[in-house]
T-cell receptor, first 116, second 116 residues
């Protein structure tokens, strides 16, 4: 079990630039989740995948955000035309669904995004 | 809508003393409940979970939590705190999303400080 891996760990960019984050889930996990955490707050759900299908998106996920999981393995989260309010920690989690039971989500160490 | 309340923003406990972190949830059905711990700059680590059955659940690092349906609470306890327990603690409820699957709704967290 190598855990959930996120890259990069830190990203600093200028307002208006596009950024892309990558998440590699635990290998046998079929679900992958993205959360956003701002300073002093708990994580907030953004979206999740069951294999390669994106099954739910939060209202927090504006049209500048897009997430993909093309082969049901790793996932990418892209933010276009970044804004100051996008500064946050972006957390990825994965879990295994078996026999209709949701297993606990395991989190990566996150990507911290800072917008200058 | 589902929600989680952690009424204590900060708690300071002397090393070796007992600990109780409070968590209240709002959810219309039988909840899935979790406690996660987060060290600075890191992701979230699962401490324990409640899905069903015995309302007193044991977790890692000597933590336990008790589910009380009548009080809508899931308080976290530890009999003797170690300096390494200093971190941010998040309570979460497993909510059913638009497509019927689980996502996590988190509280705002409680920061635990451990004094010598």
């Amino acid at each position: 079990d190598t855990g959930v891996s996120q890259n990069p760990r830190h990203k600093i960019t200028k307002r208006g630039q596009n950024v892309t984050f990558r998440c590699d889930p635990i290998s046998e996990h079929n679900r992958l989740y993205w959360y956003r955490q701002t300073l002093g707050q708990g994580p907030e759900f953004l979206t999740y995948f069951q294999n390669e299908a994106q099954l739910e998106k939060s209202r927090l996920l504006s049209d500048r955000f897009s997430a993909e999981r093309p082969k049901g393995s790793f996932s990418t989260l892209e933010i276009q035309r970044t804004e100051q309010g996008d500064s946050a920690m972006y957390l990825c989690a994965s879990s295994l669904v078996a026999a209709g039971v949701n297993q606990p989500q395991h989190f990566g160490d996150g990507t911290r995004l800072s917008i200058l | 809508a589902q929600s989680v309340t952690q009424p204590d923003i900060h708690i300071t406990v002397s090393e070796g003393a007992s600990l109780e972190l409070r968590c209240n949830y709002s959810y219309g059905a039988t909840p899935y409940l979790f406690w996660y711990v987060q060290s600075p700059g890191q992701g979230l680590q699962l401490l324990l979970k409640y899905f069903s059955g015995d309302t007193l659940v044991q977790g890692i690092k000597g933590f336990e939590a008790e589910f009380k349906r009548s009080q809508s609470s899931f308080n976290l306890r530890k009999p003797s705190v170690h300096w390494s327990d200093a971190a941010e603690y998040f309570c979460a409820v497993g909510a059913r999303g638009d497509t019927g699957f689980q996502k996590l709704v988190f509280g705002t967290g409680t920061r635990l400080l451990v004094s010598p």
